[in-house]
């Protein structure tokens, strides 16, 4: 058997090691999103020195092919020679009322459908299931709290839980008062909060294109218009898109992403950021920003809420556990400095208070530190079925479909080639117990109906590998 390097080859021994994982990956012995043997098991292996094997890392990294992961090494990536990124889509030419309520409904309903593998629905925690330890958690709460375990909670939300949350903002540099954040029904009652605070009916709601539909539904619930401006797959919002929209029309909100955009995945620089707060501050234009996939990042460092840059208390920060804890506990947050005591008001008018219990557990579940723990934990796992998913992609879609690359989240989102349709995609898929999310239901326009949203927050198995190539299937049938 021939060695794995040869010292008389005349090609640099880092090109050998280099070929070496090329060779692993072809013949399937690595696959998209696994790590690779780390600098010391591979120099030990062939012989040879830890900075050899280092430098070919880095070479396969600098191409694209391996990606370098703070205290947890190298990992291959899928290959996205066959799939570009989504095209940014133009500037809209006015607001819209929205009518997706039906659409959604139908949406939902499918991935409930026994036996369907869910691929539409954003349930990250489904990746790396909390039910033991919460269960666990809880208990030990039901024991030190007798009775009032289950009773009602404070208006505005548990007094741990909030300063919990105080002192993890303080680690993003942001001095928070607990008094400050109300503690809701999960995100989407504190983004039902933030609007009716700041807007009214017949208001412009400047928003994301494409959108979170849960947004876009809520405008609609609340009689609003929607006006959207577009998102780079790759940097989020343009300061320069948010100024023409600023100067074509009376913007009374933008309902924004903090860090990781919703279905793009999009990390948004903290410079763009920075300006933007600025310029709305300057417009006294409201920011209402949803931060619910904060946490998720895959980068060594985490996205910082926009309200850090706020000086003139416009921005509303929005949040929950639901995507990175406990979607069933419906335990989210406002953070709005500039409205503290009228969004506790709102709140005991809407819903009175959120559970008492499922907020003292996740307040143990972040004090003995194992959310963090938790949460390192499922950063790693969505990674590697991000990888996984868009090898999968590249290999079973019809030729032309762009793909995000997202920089956190769990999802990505899919543009296929125009003349296919989303909408039947979906329905054509159902069959075969698939679900996905159609790209009609991510703008008050049809501009996406041949797109596509499909989510790698759950347990990677052959199952689900089986269903998006189902999808591509399909995909190939319809063009």
């Known amino acids: 058997m ?76 899928a290959s996205l020679t066959v799939n570009a990124t989504p095209r940014k889509p133009r500037l809209a030419a006015k607001a819209l009322p929205v009518s997706r309520q039906q659409l959604i409904e139908q949406a939902y309903n499918a991935i409930h459908v026994p036996g369907i593998v869910p691929l539409g629905i954003c349930n990250p925690v489904a990746a790396l299931p909390t039910n033991k330890a919460l269960a666990r958690i809880m208990r030990r709460v039901m024991s030190m709290a007798g009775e009032e375990a289950i009773g009602y909670g404070p208006f505005a939300g548990f007094e741990p839980l909030r300063r919990q949350l105080a002192r993890r903002y303080l680690d993003m540099d942001m001095t928070v008062d607990p008094s400050q954040i109300v503690i809701t029904n999960g995100a989407q009652e504190a983004l039902t909060l933030a609007l009716k605070l700041v807007a009214k009916p017949g208001d412009i709601i400047a928003v994301e294109s494409p959108c979170y539909f849960g947004i876009l539904e809520l405008i609609e619930s609340l009689g609003m218009l929607a006006y959207e401006i577009p998102v780079c797959s790759q940097e989020g919002i343009s300061v320069e898109d948010v100024v023409q929209a600023l100067e074509r029309h009376s913007i009374k909100a933008c309902v924004f992403s903090s860090s990781i955009t919703n279905p793009m995945g999009a990390l948004i620089d903290e410079s763009t950021k920075q300006q933007l707060v600025a310029l709305l501050e300057e417009k006294q234009v409201y920011l209402i920003e949803d931060d619910v996939y904060g946490d998720l990042y895959f980068g060594e460092y985490r996205g910082i809420p926009a309200q850090r840059y706020a000086k003139k208390g416009l921005v509303l920060t929005c949040s929950s556990f639901s995507k990175t804890a406990a979607p069933s506990h419906r335990v989210g947050w406002l953070l709005a ?98 679900s996905s999310m159609p790209g009609t239901l991510f703008a008050p326009s049809d501009k996406y109906r041949h797109c596509i949203r499909l989510s790698y927050g759950l347990p990677w198995t052959d199952k689900v590998e089986n269903a998006v190539a189902t999808l591509g299937r399909l995909s190939k049938g319809l063009y």
């Open 337 to 434: 400095p500039g409205f503290a005591g009228q969004a506790a008001s709102l709140k005991r008018a809407l819903s009175c208070s959120s559970s008492l219990l499922n907020q003292w557990s996740l307040s143990e579940f972040i004090g003995n530190g194992e959310y963090d723990r938790y949460l390192r934990q499922l950063r790693q796992v969505l990674f590697v079925n991000k990888e996984r998913m868009l090898a999968c992609i590249a290999e079973h879609f019809v030729a032309g479909t762009r793909v995000s690359s997202p920089a956190g989240g769990a999802v990505l989102w899919l543009e296929l080639p125009k003349r296919l349709d989303g909408n039947q995609l979906f329905q054509q898929a159902l069959p075969s117990g698939v």
């Open 2 to 77: 021939q060695p794995l390097v040869n010292r008389e080859n005349h090609t640099y021994l880092y090109r050998q090691v280099a070929d070496i994982i090329r060779d692993m990956q072809t013949n399937g012995t690595l696959r998209a999103g696994e790590r690779i043997p780390s600098l010391r098991q591979l120099a030990s292996t062939l012989n040879i020195s830890v900075p050899t094997v280092k430098q070919a890392y880095e070479e396969l990294e600098r191409i694209g092919m391996v990606e370098s992961r703070p205290k947890s090494g190298y990992f291959l990536r």
